[in-house]
């Protein structure tokens, strides 16, 4: 019996270094974030404005509320932790306008539902196996949809831009963080148009920031 235990204790040795050895050039290997990810995320989108002169809609210039937006992202890797992205993101709010003097509340002119759908590259940097902070770039479409009698909704195109960062919980599950803005052309020469030119900035910019989780597979 003895000499069993002997004999089991000699393998156990050098399997345990060989262990060690193993784990060690684990964590000295760089992190490589080879995974397709399913983020879906919720967040606040703020800003924007629809101006007089890109639309027959309203005859002022009205705000876009600021209100929740939810939505989900599918990232393909590509090489070196840079990833294809694929994303929608869907806002339901109302357009206010009125309200010109100080502490004057707006009014309400209608709810309005913004939508996009946008694809880009997610690209990383200072990437440690704690945590993933990237840059977004991405361009698309953006569905504009006034739900206001008479209007019909319009698809425009649109781009992004955004900074985030990524925590996993464990190896396929994490928490994700980001600030993205949007931009969406507005200049219409066709119908809807009432001065028929272009005015300089009179596109619509909004932000968001998004908290989501993301999936591993």
Same mark, same amino acid.
């Given at each position: 019996?003895?000499?069993? =235990? $002997?004999?089991?204790?000699?393998?156990?040795?050098? !399997?345990?270094? #060989?262990?060690?050895?193993?784990?060690?050039?684990?964590?000295?290997?760089?992190?490589?974030?080879?995974?397709?990810?399913?983020?879906?995320?919720?967040?606040?989108?703020?800003?924007?404005?629809?101006?007089?002169?890109?639309?027959? =809609? $309203?005859?002022?210039?009205?705000?876009?509320?600021? !209100?929740?937006? #939810?939505?989900?992202?599918?990232?393909i890797p590509v090489s070196n932790g840079w990833k294809v992205e694929l994303m929608v993101d869907r806002q339901n709010t109302q357009f206010s306008g009125g309200g010109n003097g100080l502490f004057t509340p707006n009014n309400s002119l209608g709810n309005f539902d913004i939508t996009y759908f946008q694809g880009g590259l997610q690209i990383p940097f200072a990437v440690t196996r704690s945590a993933t902070p990237y840059f977004a770039v991405s361009a698309g479409v953006a569905n504009l949809d006034p739900r206001v009698s008479g209007a019909t909704s319009s698809t425009r195109f649109a781009a992004s831009a955004g900074i985030g960062v990524k925590v996993p919980i464990n190896r396929n599950v994490g928490i994700k963080i980001e600030e993205r803005g949007f931009f969406t052309a507005l200049s219409n020469y066709g119908d809807n148009c009432r001065s028929c030119y272009y005015t300089y900035n009179h596109d619509l910019y909004q932000g968001e920031t998004n908290f989501g989780v993301f999936f591993r597979f």
């Amino acid at each position: 019996m003895r000499k069993l =235990l $002997f004999v089991f204790a000699l393998l156990l040795i050098p !399997a345990s270094l #060989f262990a060690q050895d193993w784990r060690r050039g684990y964590r000295n290997r760089p992190y490589a974030d080879n995974f397709f990810e399913l983020s879906p995320f919720v967040g606040y989108r703020y800003g924007g404005t629809i101006y007089a002169d890109q639309t027959a =809609l $309203f005859n002022q210039d009205v705000a876009v509320n600021s !209100a929740a937006n #939810f939505g989900v992202n599918f990232a393909i890797p590509v090489s070196n932790g840079w990833k294809v992205e694929l994303m929608v993101d869907r806002q339901n709010t109302q357009f206010s306008g009125g309200g010109n003097g100080l502490f004057t509340p707006n009014n309400s002119l209608g709810n309005f539902d913004i939508t996009y759908f946008q694809g880009g590259l997610q690209i990383p940097f200072a990437v440690t196996r704690s945590a993933t902070p990237y840059f977004a770039v991405s361009a698309g479409v953006a569905n504009l949809d006034p739900r206001v009698s008479g209007a019909t909704s319009s698809t425009r195109f649109a781009a992004s831009a955004g900074i985030g960062v990524k925590v996993p919980i464990n190896r396929n599950v994490g928490i994700k963080i980001e600030e993205r803005g949007f931009f969406t052309a507005l200049s219409n020469y066709g119908d809807n148009c009432r001065s028929c030119y272009y005015t300089y900035n009179h596109d619509l910019y909004q932000g968001e920031t998004n908290f989501g989780v993301f999936f591993r597979f």
